[in-house]
């Protein structure tokens, strides 16, 4: 790889992708029809997998989807009766809430970039709670303590979460809510073109309640399907057996989430000690830990510096597009890479 990216997604593959591609397709992987044999076993090893080298709970279900944005409609057609009551800070929170409200009646909980996420002024007229648990935008996160706070206090209530920029890289309590989905280019180190959907029991009884049928992405055709384990469509087959092998030679989200964690604090005092540098999030009781949005006077100029040196950062985004640069923090990205990319930093201060 000549570039080293850190381009909060699509970003670094695992290094081990191109063998398990190769591997695929001497196999005949990629050439194996959905409905057999052949992809049922692997469908249902890659859900074995996931839950041991992810903790996800064995009464929760696993499915695939074409990506995270699907699951908006997903949530919004086979969940909603009532509407959704969103709550966000960034742009992908609120283009989430925005594609709903096309779909069905949403309330808007909109809170700022260094606040927790505000639990208490919650619609009696809303079914589904949306929350964006870690916002690629702005790289803020919500802890899973206030996660908590909400699913104590509404327990009646379907909880979706977006974790496309955390899933596989922090840990995650599933039990704290009943849909949760990402895509995999992220945490999950593969080429984009593949979702994934965690489902809690609440969440299969709902959708087997509201009965949605006549939609080409119905949640209960999805769920009927992969307890057979299978997909309502043709899958991206070379994708979930790319997630099976990766998470196959993984050490597990404990190992994996200490490592990020570890490089993020080591960022973060890197970045709080040199001046020419501050964080976007001053907050750091709400900073993500997998993406880092930085401020800069010369956004443009860092960026061409990195580039030169076979660096890519990630731009800005929404309204800090122009002043701040994003770096990812993601498991596959290598620790000489970090190293390399802090040299870099050092030699531009």
Not at 45 to 56: A, D, N, P, Q
Not at 110 to 118: A, D, R, T
Request: net charge neutral.
């Amino acid at each position: 790889m000549r570039e080293m990216n850190f381009y909060p997604g699509p970003s670094r593959v695992y290094s081990s992708v191109p063998e398990y591609i190769y591997e695929a397709y001497m196999e005949g992987i990629m050439s194996i029809n959905h409905r057999s044999d052949e992809f049922m076993t692997l469908m249902e090893s890659t859900k074995k997998i996931l839950r041991e080298r992810l903790l996800i709970p064995d009464d929760y279900e696993i499915a695939f989807t074409s990506s995270a944005t699907e699951c908006w409609e997903i949530i919004a057609q086979s969940l909603t009766q009532k509407g959704s009551q969103h709550f966000f800070n960034g742009s992908f929170g609120e283009k989430w809430a925005s594609y709903a409200g096309e779909i069905v009646q949403t309330k808007i909980s909109q809170f700022g970039i260094n606040e927790k996420l505000p639990t208490g002024d919650i619609s009696k007229d809303i079914d589904v709670l949306c929350v964006t648990q870690n916002e690629t935008s702005n790289a803020t996160q919500v802890a899973m303590k206030s996660l908590e706070m909400l699913r104590v206090e509404n327990e009646d209530k379907i909880i979706a979460v977006d974790v496309t920029s955390s899933v596989g890289g922090v840990m995650i309590d599933f039990k704290l809510a009943d849909v949760w989905y990402a895509s995999v280019q992220k945490c999950l180190g593969l080429p984009a073109g593949l979702g994934l959907m965690i489902l809690s029991p609440f969440a299969v009884q709902k959708a087997e309640k509201m009965a949605v049928r006549n939609r080409y992405n119905s949640l209960l055709h999805i769920i009927e399907n992969t307890r057979k384990n299978q997909t309502t469509y043709t899958p991206n087959v070379l994708g979930v057996y790319l997630l099976n092998r990766t998470q196959e030679a993984s050490k597990g989200i404990k190992t994996i989430a200490e490592k990020v964690e570890n490089r993020f604090k080591a960022y973060e005092a890197f970045f709080e000690e040199n001046g020419d540098f501050q964080f976007l999030i001053s907050n750091p009781a709400v900073r993500s830990h997998t993406v880092l949005a930085l401020e800069s006077k010369e956004v443009e100029l860092l960026k061409s510096q990195a580039r030169n040196r076979g660096l890519i950062l990630g731009n800005g985004y929404g309204p800090w597009k122009n002043s701040t640069f994003r770096i990812a923090n993601f498991p596959a990205i290598k620790s000489r890479e970090v190293e390399k990319l802090i040299e870099f930093f050092k030699k531009a201060i």
